[in-house]
């Protein structure tokens, strides 16, 4: 079975400050893919970035960068320099590869930016 | 580009009525994915299809059932509603790679009373 967790259930920042988001995960899956997902206050889920099992190298993209530690079963997310436009609800989730293609998410971490 | 697109946007019903909620997937995806999120939730996998034919199931209730038509587009009805269905519930599509990444619907909020 697939299980992510996200221990941080709310991130209050004030705006340029960084803010990292914690994700653990767990499979029994060799191959899987992560992702993470921003949920803004309109409801809609927006993708941001994929990562499979193989590829530990993490990734910077404008303010967002992840840091993917396999030997650790965690897949951390960056905002640099926050903007209030970045307040919204992360999630991680989990493509268990070849078991299947559905997404398990995590419980999501709301994050706040206060200008 | 063309998005999923899911309809209604908002839905109100009464306990034990019908409801049925639509997706459209992106034009060329071939596999639909339907996950409900309940108020503070994260979203919880429902069902899939591919081309046509059921690929996964979750903690779908047997109220509901879905399908994929020809043109691919789906359909998820839901039956005797009662209040714990309310929820934001979302289609995603994705393409034909085993682990494209798929790609959600603005979501169709529904609301029973």
């Known amino acids: 079975a697939q299980k992510v967790t996200q221990a941080q259930t709310e991130i209050s920042v004030v705006e340029k400050e960084d803010v990292t988001l914690d994700c653990v995960y767990e499979?029994?899956?060799?191959?899987?893919?992560l992702f993470w997902y921003k949920q803004p206050p309109s409801g809609e889920l927006v993708f941001l970035i994929r990562?499979?099992?193989?590829?530990?190298q993490n990734e910077i993209s404008g303010r967002y960068s992840w840091n993917f530690q396999k030997s650790t079963s965690s897949f951390n997310f960056t905002i640099t320099a926050s903007q209030v436009v970045d307040s919204a609800v992360y999630f991680c989730?989990?493509?268990?590869?070849?078991?299947?293609?559905?997404?398990?998410f995590g419980g999501g971490t709301r994050v706040l930016v206060k200008p | 580009a063309a998005g999923v697109i899911q309809s209604p946007r908002h839905l109100i019903k009464e306990k034990r009525e019908t409801a049925t909620l639509k997706c459209y997937p992106i034009?060329?995806?071939?596999?639909v994915y339907w996950y409900q999120q309940g108020p503070g939730q994260d979203p919880q996998f429902l069902i899939s299809?591919?081309?046509?034919?059921?690929?996964d199931k979750g903690s779908i209730p047997d109220r509901f059932s879905a399908q994929q038509f020809s043109d691919y587009h789906s359909e998820l009805n839901m039956s005797s509603l009662e209040l714990g269905d309310s929820a934001l519930y979302f289609c995603?599509?994705?393409?034909?790679?085993?682990?494209?990444?798929?790609?959600f619907g603005p979501g169709t909020r529904l609301t029973v009373t």
């Open positions: 989730a989990l493509n268990p590869g070849a078991a299947g293609n559905k997404l398990t």
């Open positions: 995603a599509s994705s393409g034909r790679g085993l682990l494209d990444e798929q790609y």
């Open positions: 034009p060329r995806h071939d596999t």
């Open positions: 499979t029994r899956d060799t191959t899987y893919y």
């Open positions: 299809f591919y081309e046509k034919m059921q690929s």
């Open positions: 990562r499979n099992s193989f590829d530990e």
